[in-house]
């Protein structure tokens, strides 16, 4: 596999503060909070406009860091991880607090301030749990729990390291949109179908072990208890109108994530090798993209291919492929999950890449209708 050419930078060469940039929602959610109004507005601005313009501006990060610099010459990265939980915590409940017994503003400018809090959960909050829990520390991993626990979402850890990882592109994997799939149809068939998912892969684990699913190490109860105790929380705070709006706020960041989701896989399917069999994952199976400045504010996710492929490499190290190796996407992830809420524009724009995708990787492919139909069976073994 070909990386990108550009030359890659050494050790000592990676730097940590570029991405520290993600700390300014911290400034724009007090913003907000404080003075309402149009200054609402502000984040969901910085996000979705002024970050794309930038990317523009700035264009590609291409570089690729040495993928065997050790944890210690990381600190700042990680560190930048492990303190987010409590910046979180309390931006979502010192909001509250503000909002119940101080700020005096109409409905709209209260759900417009919560609209922000989740997108700030979504774009930071949920990335950086996602990183976490990939991790083989287990404060790592608990942090991320709680983290999603802040946006009643916790079953995503198990559906996104034993459903999504293992089954990606194939018919078991919840979260990768079919072809011509709309978003409004993926994000509903994702809400109703992805608790399941995660249950029945926990009950399977559980079951090579020779225990029940009920049993109380199964994880699923973990994430229900921290959920439980946020929204108690909520409830201490602003009663059943607290509760409301926290539920809100874990809606927006869900529907960000579900959207982050959409983009990294439309289309693209891992080829049947027949008897419920399926290729390995590989790089070409995820959609990428190298734009600089969001790939700091979402601490390269964006590197999607390279994550795939190394789940446990730390985010400052996930390298970038050549075009000719991984399908790209034309901008960074905010315009493109802009558009996914658009489905004719999406597939206007993506359903030609998708088939130009096939005729790349698998041109000896000439019948693609079982991929479409949803008629290939699921993976052999899949819980």
Same mark, same amino acid.
């Given at each position: 596999?070909?990386?990108?050419?550009?030359?890659?930078?050494?050790?000592? &060469?990676?730097?940590?503060?570029?991405?520290?940039?993600?700390?300014?929602?911290?400034?724009?959610?007090?913003?907000?909070?404080?003075?309402?109004?149009?200054?609402?507005?502000?984040?969901?601005?910085?996000?979705?406009?002024?970050?794309?313009?930038?990317?523009?501006? +700035?264009?590609?990060? +291409?570089?690729?860091?040495?993928?065997?610099?050790?944890?210690?010459?990381?600190?700042?990265?990680?560190? !930048?991880?492990?303190?987010?939980?409590?910046?979180?915590?309390?931006?979502?409940?010192?909001?509250?607090?503000?909002?119940?017994?101080?700020?005096?503003?109409?409905?709209?400018?209260?759900?417009?301030?919560?609209?922000?809090?989740?997108?700030?959960?979504?774009?930071? &909050?949920?990335?950086?749990?996602?990183?976490?829990?990939?991790?083989?520390?287990?404060?790592?991993?608990? +942090?991320?729990?709680?983290?999603?626990?802040?946006?009643?979402?916790?079953?995503?850890?198990?559906?996104?390291?034993?459903?999504?990882?293992?089954?990606?592109?194939?018919?078991?994997?919840?979260?990768?949109?079919?072809?011509?799939?709309?978003?409004?149809?993926?994000?509903?068939?994702?809400?109703?179908? &992805?608790?399941?998912?995660?249950?029945?892969?926990?009950?399977?684990?559980?079951?090579?072990?020779?225990?029940?699913?009920?049993?109380?190490?199964?994880?699923?109860?973990?994430?229900?208890? !921290?959920?439980?105790?946020?929204?108690?929380?909520?409830?201490?705070? $602003?009663?059943?109108?607290?509760?409301?709006?926290?539920?809100?706020?874990?809606?927006?960041?869900?529907?960000?994530?579900?959207?982050?989701?959409?983009?990294?896989?439309?289309?693209?399917?891992?080829?049947? !090798?027949?008897? &419920?069999?399926?290729?390995?994952?590989?790089?070409?199976?995820?959609?990428?993209?190298?734009?600089?400045?969001?790939?700091?504010?979402?601490?390269?996710?964006?590197?999607?291919?390279?994550?795939?492929?190394?789940?446990?490499?730390?985010?400052?190290?996930?390298?970038?492929?050549?075009?000719?190796?991984? #399908?790209? +996407?034309?901008?960074?992830?905010?315009?493109?999950?802009?558009?996914?809420?658009?489905?004719?524009?999406?597939?206007?724009?993506?359903?030609?890449?998708?088939?130009?995708?096939?005729?790349?990787?698998? #041109?000896?492919?000439?019948?693609?209708?079982?991929?479409?139909? $949803?008629?290939?069976?699921?993976?052999? $073994?899949?819980?």
């Amino acid at each position: 596999m070909t990386l990108a050419t550009e030359s890659p930078t050494n050790k000592t &060469g990676l730097s940590a503060w570029p991405y520290w940039m993600t700390l300014s929602f911290v400034p724009l959610v007090a913003l907000a909070v404080l003075y309402g109004g149009w200054v609402v507005l502000l984040i969901p601005f910085y996000g979705w406009v002024l970050m794309p313009l930038l990317d523009v501006i +700035l264009g590609k990060d +291409l570089r690729n860091p040495d993928p065997d610099t050790p944890d210690a010459e990381l600190f700042w990265f990680r560190l !930048l991880t492990w303190i987010w939980f409590p910046v979180q915590l309390m931006l979502v409940f010192g909001t509250l607090y503000y909002l119940t017994y101080v700020g005096q503003y109409s409905s709209l400018e209260t759900l417009g301030i919560m609209f922000g809090i989740g997108v700030t959960t979504g774009t930071v &909050g949920i990335v950086y749990a996602h990183e976490l829990f990939h991790k083989p520390n287990r404060v790592e991993r608990g +942090l991320g729990d709680l983290l999603m626990a802040l946006v009643l979402y916790g079953h995503f850890r198990t559906e996104h390291m034993l459903v999504h990882h293992p089954y990606v592109g194939t018919p078991r994997d919840t979260v990768t949109a079919r072809y011509n799939e709309g978003f409004h149809r993926a994000f509903a068939r994702v809400l109703l179908t &992805g608790f399941g998912s995660a249950w029945r892969a926990e009950k399977a684990m559980l079951a090579r072990r020779k225990r029940s699913p009920w049993h109380l190490s199964n994880p699923i109860w973990k994430y229900l208890v !921290l959920q439980l105790v946020f929204l108690g929380v909520a409830f201490a705070i $602003g009663g059943w109108v607290g509760v409301g709006l926290f539920a809100f706020q874990a809606f927006v960041a869900i529907w960000q994530l579900e959207l982050t989701n959409y983009v990294e896989h439309y289309g693209l399917t891992r080829k049947h !090798l027949g008897d &419920g069999k399926y290729e390995p994952v590989k790089a070409h199976h995820s959609w990428d993209s190298a734009h600089r400045v969001s790939g700091l504010l979402l601490i390269n996710l964006q590197r999607h291919a390279d994550h795939h492929l190394h789940p446990m490499r730390r985010f400052p190290l996930l390298q970038v492929y050549d075009e000719t190796e991984v #399908p790209m +996407l034309p901008t960074g992830y905010p315009p493109m999950t802009a558009l996914a809420m658009f489905p004719p524009l999406w597939r206007r724009m993506f359903n030609p890449r998708v088939r130009a995708w096939r005729k790349q990787f698998y #041109p000896e492919i000439t019948d693609w209708t079982a991929y479409k139909d $949803g008629s290939l069976p699921p993976p052999k $073994g899949a819980g």
